[in-house]
Structures are given as C-alpha cells and as structure tokens.
C-alpha cells in the first residue's frame, strides 16, 4: 500500500482543514488508518485511528473533540477533519495504515505528510 497526503496549508487560529490521504493497492481496506503529526523539535504524535470498517475511531485525548477521521474504503481515501485550530496544531501531518487501533496502532505504511500551519 502507498500512501499520500495533502490538504495541508496555512490557515488562521480557529479555522478549519480537511487533509486527504490517498491510498494504493488492492489491499487497503484491510488495514487500520491512522493520523499522527511531528512538530518542530518534538517527537511524532498519535492523533487518530480508524478500523478497516471505517465503524470505531479513537482519538488522543488532546484533541478534545476538535478532529474526526473517516475512510471511504471505494475510494480508498482516509481523511481528518480539523476544525478550532490552534497555533499549537502546527505540524507536519502524516497518515498511515497499520494494525491495531488507538494507542495500540502499529504502523506499517506512512505518507509523506502534508504541512500544516495555523497562524496566530
């Protein structure tokens, strides 16, 4: 499976942004998706996951609500809704598909992450 992102952009403090990940190979609908970010000078964060019949999703706590993710297996695309953002939001954002859900979710694929910057 190979994967891209996009979607990513600079918008304002409270604004909002779908990013796309866009998937390859028979096989993507058999795995779970996730969404994590890395921003500047700190370690690659978990965001999100769905399971491969787009029905349980999970989220890091610090999200609070502000993101949903959702899969269109046909189309074999897997998105992140975004909405309030924060300066803090700012980060590169990869999706990636794996095994396991939430906390537990073992990337096997990555995209190649798509920049988002949310400005102040």
């Known amino acids: 499976v190979q994967l891209q992102a996009s979607g990513g952009g600079l918008v304002q403090a409270g604004g909002s942004l779908r990013l796309s990940c866009a998937g390859s190979g028979r096989t993507f609908s058999n795995y779970a998706m996730g969404w994590f970010r890395q921003a500047p000078g700190k370690e690659r964060e978990w965001l999100s996951t769905?399971?491969?019949?787009?029905?349980?999703?999970d989220y890091a706590d610090s999200l609070k609500g502000r993101f949903t993710i959702s899969r269109d297996n046909a189309k074999k695309m897997v998105f992140l809704q975004m909405n309030s953002l924060k300066p803090e939001d700012t980060a590169v954002y990869y999706c990636?598909?794996?095994?396991?859900?939430?906390?537990?979710?073992?990337?096997?694929?990555w995209g190649q992450g798509t920049l988002v910057t949310v400005s102040s």
């Open positions: 769905i399971n491969t019949g787009g029905d349980r999703s």
């Open positions: 990636a598909g794996g095994y396991g859900l939430a906390y537990e979710f073992s990337p096997v694929y």
